[in-house]
């Protein structure tokens, strides 16, 4: 038995004139070449982008990127997304850059909080690998190159000490795998599967031009695409818009470098290699003299030759559509007999079993090929991509011929998951597709009531197998919608506040909960809505009666839950619930949607976290808050009770600031708020005459530098060694006696536990003899910090830097980071 083949679904997309030629050659280029590379990394945006599209798309090698986690621990540059919301956003953008560069993706982590999660930075591999769980992580990266089968790997970071743990840990297994991988004791489970060893040919490391095997000519430029494959690893990377990645490069030479770090082939390699394939099989006419000197089969080996012999004529066709189709079609022909014929063989069966992976893969880039150069367009269309469990839905399948080759026996079949059905209303097969003629049918399609909700990470529930036939062989297309189909909640419910604090100083004042609900049932709905609140606690009211006209209405009801009279300090939730006769919903589905990668959605328990405990909050604060669109905790000041006024661009330059007690600056607020630098003397100005200026953490590439505050900041650099990574490190208060740590909330031990991810990020190294170092702090080992949180008199008012990650800790309610926060904004001279 073969080894799991995995291929990206043939999803096919309108073709336009600016970009069918350049499609069809990115379809027909790998059928030159049987060689395949795998890039691996940890975090979505890791891929060596150019390197991966002068593979895929300057020699047609069949790429794979693998990538460990969803990066759920990163930030977000285009909203307020963290998380699981951010992970799913950054899998997506994963997704469409690998598109781009026409690279299979794979992932390690396979779901919503698995356990190969982005916990936040780390320093050490060690640390990873113990988080993530050593043998999880490393059954599926074996499995994936099992499955994936390359000739080549290259881990996309070195294990060094100045590099995350997560880039680290990719690296140590990724180095570890290359032998194991092909050993049958490891994760013998695999065998029981039909899962093959398999043996990499060649291990690469990233290096530099004083010391390297093989360089990468990513400058290169190719006439068909119009630019260089740095430019068209580029557009890939500017894909993931939520880390601000991509750049916009000139024309000219450029290369990645390589340095070759094991091998299990016998050639001798060359100091400096053409490329990584030397020593290794590349072609058709490469498999056929390996075959060759086994001595036999002869059979196999003129298929082979065929083959190479196809994929040539393929390629002197370009660009003429109808011809080139006509040479795929051929070359589907040869593969069938290929095919046929080394199953036959008496070739050993780990030749036969490399064979038949190989020539799978073939046939899967000649459907493609087919595709694109019959310029058959095939579509899955639901009438709707929300439903719920239950319903009866149409989903419509069509395909369409743009191409002057006529094709015949038509056949389109919809599939959907275990225990629906979908049944064709009309003809689900034609006899013929001619030039701009469009065949549909039209599927009812029945979903069950115990149907499974929407999971962001799986693949499609509905997709179609549309065949046809060209020149005497078929071909078969796997065609996914443009759009996610997703399987929601009947009432989908989000409470506002979602988070929120409990003041046990004022634990009588009731806690306002607004429910919205949206109705997701196909039509006009009746549900009635409550509310589940901890033992000893009251709401009000009991029930609420929505009716809904149709289908996507939302609307909205308001509760008042109060707390018990003797309510401690802890953790507590409260939970909606929606009812309509035996339909039942308790969770809200939140959705995410962005140009660049459509609409998902993250489905979650409809649930208020309330955490409760001592604050003292001054009457009359009023904050004035710069966002830079990376934190919402203005918002979580609000529920305190704080006047908080998010200020614009014309506040800053124009406005009164004196009307404000404090001004907060967002993390990387000068990065990504440009009247800021040009204003800045307007704020150290409002910190002379009185007011109190609160910085939160900066990147020196944020335009950061050091005469920004009043008197000297520093950002230490490498910014990797200029951070705390252990959210429960020992904290020190240097200064205990300041009001800082005493007014209004008397600031203890106990207010530094229970933070999560980290403590503190990009800290100074360097900093005015002014300001008072409040805090020590640092890794387990490592020297602490003292410029994590520094503040200073400035004329009349305060001026504080804080590398603290509030925007972390706030928003999980933890409640010392709130306690410290409110003393920070309520400082005054």
Same mark, same amino acid.
């Given at each position: ?102 690279v299979t993706l794979g992932m390690l982590s396979e779901e919503i909080n698995d356990a190969i999660f982005d916990f936040g930075f780390s320093k050490s591999p060690d640390e990873t690998l113990a988080k993530w769980g050593d043998s999880v992580v490393y059954e599926r990266l074996i499995r994936k190159i099992r499955e994936m089968r390359p000739d080549v790997i290259i881990p996309a970071f ?278 701009n003629q469009t065949v549909s049918t039209t599927y009812e399609v029945t979903i069950p009531k115990n149907a499974a909700e929407f999971k962001p990470y799986d693949a499609s529930i509905l997709s179609a197998n549309v065949t046809y036939e060209a020149f005497g062989t078929s071909t078969k297309l796997k065609v996914v919608p443009q759009t996610a189909v997703a399987i929601l909640p009947a ?156 200020? +614009?661009?014309? *506040?800053?330059?124009?406005? &009164?600031? #004196?009307? @404000? =007690?404090?001004?907060?600056? %967002? ?20 910190v002379e005459n009185g007011g109190n200026l609160v910085v939160q953490y900066h990147k020196p590439e944020d335009k950061w530098t050091p005469n920004l505050a009043p008197f000297p900041i520093k950002i230490g650099e490498p910014l990797i060694k200029w951070r705390v990574t252990d959210e429960s490190s020992k904290v020190t208060m240097l200064a205990p006696d300041s009001p800082m740590f ?7 031990? +106990?207010?530094? *536990?229970?933070?999560?991810? &980290?403590? #503190?990020? @990009? =800290?100074?190294?360097?900093? %005015? ?61």
């Open positions: 038995m073969t080894g799991t083949l995995v291929f990206p679904l043939v999803a096919a997309q309108p073709v336009y004139a600016d970009r069918g030629i350049a499609d069809l050659w990115k379809s027909i280029k790998p059928l030159t070449t049987i060689a395949s590379a795998m890039n691996t990394g940890a975090h979505p945006d890791d891929e060596h982008s150019a390197t991966l599209a002068y593979l895929s798309l300057g020699k047609g090698v069949n790429t794979f990127s693998v990538i460990a986690n969803r990066g759920e621990g990163g930030q977000n540059e285009i909203g307020s997304e963290l998380g699981n919301a951010l992970g799913m956003i950054r899998t997506r953008e994963l997704q469409e850059a690998s598109k781009v560069t026409n070195l294990n060094e000490e100045s590099t995350h743990g997560h880039h680290r840990a990719i690296n140590v297994i990724t180095v570890r795998a290359f032998k194991d991988a092909a050993d049958p004791t490891i994760f013998p489970e695999h065998l029981k599967k039909g899962l093959q060893p398999w043996q990499v040919k060649k291990l690469y490391l990233p290096a530099d031009n004083k010391d390297y095997n093989v360089l990468v000519p990513t400058g290169d430029y190719d006439e068909i695409y119009g630019a260089s494959y740095l430019q068209l690893g580029e557009e890939s990377r500017f894909m993931h818009k939520s880390q601000g990645m991509g750049r916009l490069y000139d024309e000219g030479p450029s290369g990645s470098y390589y340095k070759l770090g094991a091998t299990a082939t016998t050639a001798k390699s060359a100091d400096k290699e053409k490329d990584f394939f030397d020593g290794i099989a590349y072609s058709f006419e490469d498999l056929a003299k390996e075959v060759e000197t086994k001595g036999k089969d002869n059979k196999v080996t003129k298929d082979l030759r065929s083959l190479q012999k196809d994929a040539d004529e393929v390629i002197a066709a370009y660009p003429n559509f109808a011809k080139v189709t006509r040479e795929v079609h051929e070359m589907k022909a040869d593969l069938q007999a290929a095919l046929t014929d080394v199953t036959a063989s008496d070739l050993q069966e780990v030749t036969k079993e490399d064979l038949l992976y190989r020539l799978h893969v073939k046939e899967e880039q000649l459907n493609k090929a087919s595709m694109e150069a019959a310029s058959v367009v095939a579509k899955v269309k639901p009438a709707t991509g929300e439903l719920v469990a239950g319903q009866t839905t149409k989903v419509v399948v069509t395909a369409y011929s743009g191409g002057s080759v006529e094709l015949n026996k038509i056949n389109m079949n919809l599939n959907v998951p275990e225990g629906w059905t979908a049944k064709p209303t009309g003809s689900a097969s034609f006899d013929q597709l001619k030039y009432y989908s419910m989000s409470l506002s506040p979602s988070a929120t604090v409990l003041n046990t100083l004022k634990s009588d004042e009731p806690v306002p909960v607004k429910v919205t609900v949206r109705n997701y049932t196909p039509g006009a709905s009746k549900a009635s809505i409550s509310l589940n609140v901890p033992e000893g606690w009251s709401v009000e009211p009991a029930v609420e009666e929505l009716s809904f006209a149709s289908k996507g209405e939302t609307k909205s009801v308001s509760f008042s839950v109060k707390a018990s009279s003797e309510v401690a300090v802890g953790k507590y939730t409260v939970s909606a619930v929606a009812k309509n006769g035996d339909i039942v919903s308790t969770e809200g589905a939140q959705v995410i949607e962005y140009p660049h990668i459509g609409k998902t959605y993250l489905i979650q328990p409809a649930e208020l976290k309330i955490q409760a405990f001592n604050l003292s909050v001054p009457k009359n604060l009023k904050v004035g808050y710069v966002s830079s669109g990376f934190d919402n905790i203005d918002q979580y000041l609000r529920q305190l009770g704080i006047d908080v006024v998010k200020l +614009e661009a014309k *506040d800053i330059q124009f406005g &009164d600031l #004196s009307q @404000y =007690n404090t001004i907060v600056l %967002g993390i990387r607020a000068y990065a990504f708020r440009p009247e800021l630098i040009p204003s800045n003397q307007r704020l150290l100005s409002y005493n007014t209004p909330n008397k600031i203890t031990a +106990e207010d530094w *536990d229970g933070w999560i991810q &980290d403590r #503190s990020a @990009y =800290n100074p190294d360097q900093w %005015g003899s002014e300001y008072t170092e409040l805090i020590s702090n640092g890794d387990p080992g490592e020297k602490e910090f003292t410029g994590t949180f520094l503040t200073a008199p400035y004329g009349k008012g305060i001026y504080t830097y804080s590398s603290l990650v509030w925007y972390r800790e706030i928003p999980n309610l933890v409640p010392g980071s709130i306690r410290l926060f409110v003393n920070m904004i309520s400082q005054k001279q």
